[in-house]
């Protein structure tokens, strides 16, 4: 068995014994695997747990629901009022801590009232690499990451999703809608909708991988550096509808998508808190 199999066995090992689980399900790549995973190795000992709340994009939710019901998962449906924890709405630098430590406490609440043993959330590897103070919320309450702890990276999480038919398996990465906006910049539920509309606009367009960042009233686009020709062919297009959408201003980013952008202006030794 090749290295990437064993850490897929490894991973099964972890989940069995986790016993009854609670999948932290966002329908993105990690966690549909970890999911897929879970069902594998538990069967009906499993189910997803899904978070709806306007700082997700609305289309995740459907894709969410659409997975588990092809798949035959058990699904709870948790509403979350991110925009209600103390200190969210002033985008602080930890704002991904308090809104995971909230977040994490309700279904971990919800979830052991119906008989779960184990909450799992889908962090990774590559996770590791980046200024993720949610993953320092993620360790305090107790929440298993079993996809780190078999030492899986997304490229391998892609392969195997890949092998086992997942239709996620090429999904562009996803994220909350909060972490389009400069740290600082209040968020409200209009601005959330705004950048979620956009990216919406841009979908439809033909970008694969697409951010809308806000800065006030400005729409700072990142795309592929090979979709930059498609950027420039509907930039009046473009423009309209994020004027329509309530920007004043668009703007494309040189740099290109990437993720995480808006901790580049945090200070260099900031470093992952696990």
Known sequence: MDGLHLKLEKLKEILRGCGRTAVAFSGGVDSAFLLRAARDALGSRCAAFTASSCIFPARELGEAKDFCARSGIRQEIIPFDALSVEGFRQNPPDRCYLCKRRLFGLLSESARKLGFSCIAEGSNMDDLGDYRPGLRAIAELGIRSPLREAGLYKSEIRALSREMGLPTWDKPSCACLASRFAYG??????????????????????????????????????????????????????????????????????????????????????????
Do not use: C, W
């Open 185 to 274: 910049e209040t968020i409200t539920e209009k601005k959330l909708a705004m950048a979620d509309r956009a990216e919406m606009f841009l979908i439809s367009l033909g970008f694969r991988q697409q951010r809308v960042r806000v800065h006030g009233d400005t729409a700072r686009i990142e795309v592929l550096p090979e979709q930059f020709g498609l950027v420039m062919d509907n930039r009046e297009r473009i423009a309209a509808a994020f004027r329509k959408i309530g920007f004043a201003y668009s703007a494309l980013d040189l740099t290109g998508y990437r993720t995480g952008s808006m901790n580049e202006t945090l200070e260099k030794d900031k470093s992952p808190a696990v």
